[in-house]
T-cell receptor, first 115, second 110 residues
Framework: EAAVTQSPRNKVAVTGGKVTLSCNQT?????MYWYRQDTGHGLRLIHY???????EKGDIPDGYKASRPSQENFSLILELATPSQTSVYFC??????????????FGHGTKLSVL | QQKVQQSPESLTVSEGAMASLNCTFSDGTSNNFRWYRQHSAKGLEVLVS????GEKEEGRFTAHLNRANLHVSLHIREPQPSDSAVYLC??????????FGAGTKLSVKP
């Protein structure tokens, strides 16, 4: 079973502070994703990556940056955290198929509260 | 931008009765459809994947896809209280990131 590990599991930040959420996968998947989950919105795509050195904007990238320094690691960075970024963040990884992406493997989520 | 909508928002069924969940999508070039289950804000587990019109069965879970109608559904046969969870529909266009619906919260009463 593919393993995706997120850290920290819980984080309390102050408005205007910098927050870094980390994600590590050990299955050599090409693709990695960051989603946030809020009541009534399901999972919304923030940033994703096709491999080391690449990052792509998702549907709600404003206020977030992403970094993929290696195949295994994908970080989400909030340079100036705001209360509206309070949410549960999920990282996922998946293999790139020939014509489509394969199933995603999810981490257990990071609960972020910005006060 | 792909729009994925799920209905109903919540559903309560009795143990053993069929549960049916719906998902509509906006992009007709979508070719990759999955149903995930999430227990209490934990990680997601995939239940069934479907890529062509028709049905796909995985144990008690069956997905039906009708791309012309932009519709994919999930049917859970003989649901149990342990199936109580949020069910999420994920849709992808070719070689693009999956987009998710808002989910259906299923409650199964003993």
């Amino acid at each position: 079973e593919a393993a995706v590990t997120q850290s920290p599991r819980n984080k309390v930040a102050v408005t205007g502070g910098k927050v870094t959420l980390s994600c590590n996968q050990t299955n050599n998947h090409n693709n990695m994703y960051w989603y946030r989950q809020d009541t009534g919105h399901g999972l919304r795509l923030i940033h994703y990556s096709y491999g080391a050195g690449s990052t792509e904007k998702g549907d709600i990238p404003d206020g977030y940056k992403a970094s993929r320094p290696s195949q295994e690691n994908f970080s989400l960075i909030l340079e100036l955290a705001t209360p509206s970024q309070t949410s549960v963040y999920f990282c996922a990884s998946g293999r790139q198929g020939l014509f489509s992406n394969e199933r995603l493997f999810f981490g257990h989520g990071t609960k972020l509260s910005v006060l | 931008q792909q729009k994925v909508q799920q209905s109903p928002e919540s559903l309560t069924v009795s143990e053993g009765a069929m549960a049916s969940l719906n998902c509509t999508f906006s992009d007709g070039t979508s070719n990759n459809f999955r149903w995930y289950r999430q227990h209490s804000a934990k990680g997601l587990e995939v239940l069934v994947s479907i890529f062509s019109d028709g049905e796909k069965e995985e144990g008690r879970f069956t997905a039906h896809l009708n791309r012309a109608n932009l519709h994919v559904s999930l049917h859970i046969r003989e649901p149990q209280p342990s199936d109580s969870a949020v069910y999420l529909c994920a849709v992808s266009i070719p070689n693009n990131a999956p987009r998710f619906g808002a989910g259906t919260k299923l409650s199964v009463k003993p």
